[in-house]
């Protein structure tokens, strides 16, 4: 099975930024779309962004578009989130997710502990 950790959390205020990092126990964990979600307190789970097995396809909810940036790394076993411009709504758990096939809308069959992410204003 794969293991994914979530790392880079923390609190920050409006308009600062942050980058979020999914470590995984494999190497080809790069065989494996890999995706974003967060949830707040209360709320249910709520997609982030995913990036295909290539690394040449994303997606983003549009609550984040032109905020933030998923990528892979030059360490095939680690996928980033960079989040840019964060906004208190922006306040949740973050998780990362692998999954099998690429798929839209995207969803995980790993999933991590999660990292949190706390915007003030």
């Known amino acids: 099975q794969v293991q994914l950790v979530e790392s880079g959390g923390g609190l920050v205020q409006a308009g600062d930024s942050l980058r979020l990092s999914c470590a995984a126990s494999?190497?080809?964990?790069?065989?494996?779309?890999t995706g974003w979600f967060r949830q707040a307190p209360g709320k249910e789970r709520e997609f982030v962004a995913a990036?295909?097995?290539?690394?040449?396809?994303?997606n983003y909810a549009d609550s984040v578009k032109g905020r933030f940036t998923i990528s892979r790394g030059n360490a095939k076993n680690t996928v980033y989130l960079q989040m840019n411009n964060l906004k208190p709504e922006d306040t949740a758990v973050y998780y990362c997710?692998?999954?099998?096939?690429?798929?839209?809308?995207?969803?995980?069959?790993?999933w991590g502990q999660g990292t949190q992410v706390t915007v003030s204003s």
């Open positions: 990036i295909s097995r290539a690394g040449g396809t994303t």
């Open positions: 494999e190497r080809t964990f790069s065989n494996y779309p």
């Open positions: 997710a692998a999954g099998l096939i690429w798929t839209v809308p995207f969803d995980g069959i790993y």
